[in-house]
């Protein structure tokens, strides 16, 4: 179909400027955790090479993660649900992590130095209202409520500059002024700033918001990455201004220059210029703002997907409204910054589990992402994450840059075997009943209707242990008003039943077969609706099983619009000439071996010798 040409650009631009829209809450979901404050210590601390090397790795990490999940096969929404299970708990407190850093920079860098003692009353009325905004608004109204924020907190960061520019007398940062922890530190936030976006509960939620909409998440992200970049430099270009005025010495005995600009703008109220510091309160307030709020309406996205998919007895008995609430971790997160501000903390301390604790998790998930199975440990990764933990205040301290280099080194260990899988050669050791299964994979095969004339041909076969079924509705499967008729998704997911099976147990005759296959149960989700000539896939998987039962789960997705609905079925199996119920037949077992679900007995991965078991048994 052609389109005309200045249509087709219009059409173009208004997609680029979409994705732009979606800068600004990138760049500010970012910003705080990571980067505030720190932006302020390393530039007075190391110079200005000091500040690029931080900021280019920090700013890399953020756009190849949009990068990887824009070119992935799979939809962030698909990932995200595979590994939620697996690593909801390590989300958990990366988002915990996350807000102590937040919370401590702001209370012991910008309102204590400006406001005084007993100022935990603003700051919690602060940290309540940015809740109640990620509350109130979905993500949609959020990008719009950003947008609002950079303008204004952009604006006060570029008059707070040139304010304190026009009266300081401070000769500016060197070029340089590296020493020995300066080299051991360069691991570090190489590592743990390329890695650290991957366990941010906020960016997966703009991926896959993004990628339902249509949306590129590699061109968003790398305009939201070039945003963030410009937060960064302002905060750099005024501590040069300042200079390391107003240093203190954290409990470890070593300079801390974060607070420098906050003591400039004191020092300027007292100056008769008080606007500077009205200036840099709203810009780090912005900056705290944008990031509670993001880490709120996240984090509740996180945990309602999470305990819709969940077959916990025990979240039956919570209300859906406490059991996805983020509350709980924003009140850990006050409890240890305010701990901590007394007792004088530095903020490299609430920084270093980015580059040594969260290290070996994060590894494992861009692995998985990018295709490799799952091996993550949690309990593992823990134990070698605070060991690394260990290694790095030892380092940091004495300072011993040796140290240093290796902690986040020893953090990958935990996720060699997925990076070996990954880059190194494929393992050739697979039995041969095995490999011949996916040999049949996206096999094309006309399907007949009822009528006996030819439909769509869909294209299907396994994409991981997911069976998928492609095809395209058309005026034949909506209905009146104009939409796809309800029952329609029922016969789809039936059809992609049918086709797994025949893909997994080709030579099944019902003529002489000794069992046949009942559906004992059928559930569907309906989410969205869809349309004529939309690109939809059904999803099939085997979800779980005992003895005589099996359940699949499924899914339905629309290329265009994401998730359309889910459910689950549950088979049994009975002998063909009384029905009576029959344990999971062998020949099942063995058509369906290299797909049953990763914690199943009769699963490949679980044990070597399941497969010996699981043939001898059919």
């Not at 997609?15 to 800068?23: E, P, T, Y």
């Not at 500040?51 to 990932?79: C, E, H, M």
């Amino acid at each position: 179909m052609l389109v005309w040409a200045p249509v087709r650009e219009k059409l173009d631009i208004m997609k680029f400027v979409r994705d732009l829209m979606w800068a600004p809450t990138i760049g500010l979901s970012w910003l705080w955790g990571l980067g505030f404050f720190y932006s302020i210590h390393v530039t007075l601390t190391y110079g200005w090479l000091g500040f690029f090397g931080f900021a280019i790795a920090n700013v890399g990490g953020l756009w190849l993660f949009g990068y990887i999940l824009g070119r992935t096969k799979r939809s962030p929404d698909q990932i995200i649900k595979d590994i939620e299970g697996r690593y909801a708990g390590v989300f958990l407190l990366f988002q915990m992590a996350a807000l102590v850093v937040t919370i401590f920079g702001f209370v012991a860098y910008l309102w204590q130095p400006i406001v005084g003692e007993g100022s935990g009353l603003g700051v919690a009325l602060l940290l309540l209202f940015a809740c109640a905004i990620g509350h109130a608004l979905p993500l949609q109204q959020l990008k719009l409520l950003h947008i609002v924020y950079t303008i204004i907190g952009v604006t006060a960061a570029v008059v707070l500059y040139l304010g304190l520019a026009k009266t300081s007398t401070y000769p500016g940062v060197p070029l340089q002024s590296f020493d020995a922890r300066f080299y051991g530190l360069i691991m570090p936030t190489l590592i743990g700033f390329l890695l650290g976006p991957w366990l941010d509960i906020q960016h997966w939620q703009r991926a896959v918001t993004i990628k339902r909409e249509g949306g590129n998440v590699g061109l968003a992200y790398g305009m939201g990455a070039l945003l963030f970049f410009s937060f960064l430099f302002l905060n750099a270009l005024t501590a040069s201004a300042v200079g390391p005025i107003g240093s203190i010495l954290s409990i470890d005995g070593l300079p801390s220059a974060q607070g420098a600009v906050s003591a400039a703008t004191v020092l300027a109220a007292e100056n008769g210029q008080p606007y500077l510091a009205i200036a840099f309160v709203i810009w780090t307030t912005i900056a705290m703002a944008s990031t509670v709020d993001s880490f709120y309406c996240a984090t509740s996205w996180f945990l309602k997907g999470k305990n819709l998919r969940s077959n916990s007895p025990l979240l039956a008995l919570i209300p859906d409204n406490i059991a996805s609430s983020p509350l709980w971790l924003l009140a850990g997160a006050t409890w240890v910054s305010y701990a901590a501000v007394p007792a004088n903390f530095s903020l490299m301390y609430f920084m270093m589990p980015f580059a040594t604790l969260f290290v070996s998790a994060s590894a494992n998930l861009v692995c998985e992402s990018l295709g490799a199975k799952a091996r993550f440990d949690p309990v593992l990764s823990f134990m070698i994450g605070c060991g690394s933990s260990l290694i790095f205040i030892i380092g940091y301290i004495e300072p011993i840059p040796g140290f240093l280099v290796i902690s986040p080194l020893i953090g990958l260990i935990g996720a060699l075997p997925v990076i070996i899988e990954l880059i190194g050669p494929r393992s050739k050791a697979i039995p041969v009943d095995i490999v011949d299964q996916p040999v049949r994979m996206m096999t094309s095969t006309p399907l007949m209707s009822a009528t006996g004339r030819e439909e769509t041909a869909p294209s299907h076969g396994f994409d991981g242990e997911w069976f998928v079924m492609q095809l395209v509705p058309t005026y034949d499967d909506t209905n009146s008003v104009g939409n796809v008729y309800f029952a329609n998704y029922v016969r789809w997911v039936g059809k992609a039943r049918e086709l797994f099976f025949n893909v997994c147990m080709p030579d099944f005759d019902l003529a002489t077969t000794r069992f046949y296959i009942l559906t004992r149960s059928f559930t569907h989700d309906y989410r969205r609706e869809s349309k004529e000539f939309e690109q939809v896939s059904v999803r099939i998987k085997i979800a779980r099983h005992n003895r005589k039962f099996v359940t699949l789960s499924h899914e339905i997705h629309s290329s265009s619009q994401g998730l359309l609905g889910h459910g689950e079925q549950s088979l049994m199996f009975v002998d063909r000439d009384n029905y009576n119920p029959l344990d999971i037949p062998g020949e099942v077992i063995k058509g369906f071996l290299p797909y049953w679900p990763k914690d199943s007995r009769l699963s490949p991965t679980y044990r070597p010798q399941t497969i010996e078991q699981s043939k001898r048994q059919a």
